[in-house]
């Protein structure tokens, strides 16, 4: 099934998603490289994890067992306070330049644990791992390395809790010094995003992609140097990606300007989650966090 954002009336760049399911993801291995081309702005793979899987995940998440592992990277980012188990290569509000290759690696240290503990030994990592080389034409799909003895982080887990948001943005990182780190094989001209859903918020929390692109001219800017949501939601094609708990989202976000609406009710949003690229000559994808 495939969805198309509202006509050419709205400014912008069109929005097309296509939904399939995880056992039938062998059946659409061009649709990242749609994705990389414009033909396709993103895909909702429905299903790839199990009920089993996300119900441990979630307990042990929200655990006072592992309420240290729980870090605030946005801290004093007043609504936009999502909290992190792990470090992601991306710019926040507490570090503008994204973390140190140090801090990174000694995030990186503890992901298997982090893994562990959360899914109690049942990793997703190698179903994913399945369904982006399923994605992309059965080529191999993995983390990749990040010195001599170890790959990058696979993902991080994220929680939105009650009243906080993702506001409006487009994923421009590889200029942070981390990605120096990023094997030069790989195509920096693309940057996908992906996340997969442990747990929904009572409402709210829902992705919201804009016709906007990050390199378009003129965009509708506040004076705090935001993107103006109100002039997106007003003037420009956008599409709201509807999600249930164990379905993965890849999309175009180096590309276009993308959002979480505020979580509603009380319960938290839960999701683990990352980037994604290709090597230059398209013989196999990369994903990390």
């Not at 592992?66 to 999502?82: K, Y």
Request: aromatic share 8%; glycine share 8%.
């Amino acid at each position: 099934m495939t969805t198309d954002s509202s006509p050419s009336v709205r400014a912008g760049h069109p929005i097309r998603f296509v939904e399939v399911n995880a056992e039938n993801t062998h059946e659409h291995g061009q649709l990242i490289e749609q994705i990389i081309s414009t033909d396709r702005t993103g895909v909702v793979v429905k299903n790839v994890l199990s009920q089993g899987v996300l119900d441990t995940a979630t307990d042990r998440m929200t655990s006072s067992q592992l309420a240290h592992r729980w870090g605030s990277p946005n801290a004093g980012m007043v609504g936009g306070e999502i909290r992190t188990i792990g470090d992601a290569a991306t710019p926040t509000f507490t570090s503008f330049g994204g973390p140190t290759l140090h801090g990174y690696a000694q995030s990186l240290d503890a992901h298997t644990l982090r893994t562990q503990e959360i899914f109690d030994g049942q990793s997703p990592t190698q179903s994913l791992q399945r369904v982006f080389s399923s994605l992309f034409g059965d080529k191999p799909a993995s983390p990749p390395q990040l010195d001599d003895t170890r790959p990058w982080a696979s993902y991080n887990f994220r929680a939105l809790d009650p009243g906080v948001q993702i506001y409006s943005h487009h994923d421009n990182h590889y200029g942070l010094d981390i990605y120096q780190h990023l094997d030069a094989c790989y195509d920096r001209s693309v940057l996908l995003s992906w996340f997969v859903v442990l747990q929904g918020a009572e409402s709210g929390g829902e992705l919201v992609v804009y016709g906007l692109w990050g390199s378009d001219p003129n965009p509708p800017m506040l004076p705090t140097r935001f993107i103006d949501t109100e002039a997106l939601e007003r003037d420009y094609q956008k599409h709201c990606v509807h999600l249930q708990a164990g379905d993965l989202v890849i999309f175009d976000s180096g590309r276009h300007v993308h959002r979480v609406t505020p979580v509603c009710g009380q319960r938290s949003r839960l999701t683990l989650g990352g980037f994604l690229t290709v090597a230059r000559d398209r013989s196999r994808l990369a994903f990390w966090s």
